[in-house]
């Protein structure tokens, strides 16, 4: 199945759709009485008076579902338009589609998926700071997409010390371009704050950064049978780090650049978790754009087939296997 992806075909988008429902399959047919409000968190920051009906899960599953899809169709757009991966393929599409799957809490709608759009579109902006002669207009544009995500979702405020990073990765340090992205995350909050004082309600606006004060926990009361779907995952991108690691001065300067400021994204993102006041597992939808551009290049340079195609099936066999299972 891998080596199907591997190359760049319009007959991939077909298969594409087919392995995203297969993988929703078994909770379609398992659906809860009733799922969560997904956007309940985004409304409640922006209006005074929230109002939200939640859709049928099986509407709310497949809305999520075609969300992924597009999401999957963008990423793959985005590593073949910077060419990370050194030729065209269609497995960053796959992975996504893959890793988009892992838990139950990612099949349905939620914040953090919401925000994929936000990170997809961030990373071409990133990565585009390497050929842009001047980039305080794009810094400024990252800074209202890591305001307007943090809206969204709360914990997407520290995609903001991605920007930083990207500039001292990709550029020479010059202060206009810093502070370009401070000017366009404040003009997210300026208006917002305008919002809260026109309503007589300012104090909601100091209540919207009471998370950030959050302690980093000590302990996390979870259950680690249902994470054991992870192995394969961690046994991949382990290894996609060693091929790195290998390959790292064969590349050309842009990708290592570029990948330098996945690793950094990913971080952020795992460890951002602590935010939100309740564990949510599907925080972590935020780490699943960085982890399969990891995973396909390890897929696109292995050499030994029958193993990356038993660790792609292992993969898949332990999804679909937790989705009706847990412990």
Known sequence: MINFFKTLSPLNVLWLAITLFALRACYLFNLPIRIEPALTELVARLLLNPAYRPLPPVYNVLIAGLIVFVQALLVNHLVNHFNLLGKPTFLPALMYVVLSGLFTPFLVLSPPLICNFLVIW?????????????????????????GFGSLVYLPFIFFFLIIWTSLVIFRPFYWREWISSVLGYATIFFFLAVYYYLSNSL?????????????????LDINYYNYMVLIPVIVVLVLCFLKLRQNYYKSYVQTRKSFQVLFVFFLIALLSFYVEAAF??????LCVVPAAVFSSYY???ARRKWFYELLFVLLLGMIVYFQFNTF
């Open 122 to 146: 961030m990373l071409f902006k990133l990565f585009s700071f390497y050929k842009n002669s001047d980039s305080k207009s794009s810094a400024f544009d990252l800074g209202l997409i890591a």
């Open 203 to 219: 104090g909601r606006f100091y209540n919207i950064w009471l998370p950030l004060a959050t302690k980093f926990p000590v302990r």
């Open 280 to 285: 949510r597992l599907n925080h972590f939808l």
């Open 299 to 301: 897929f696109l340079n």
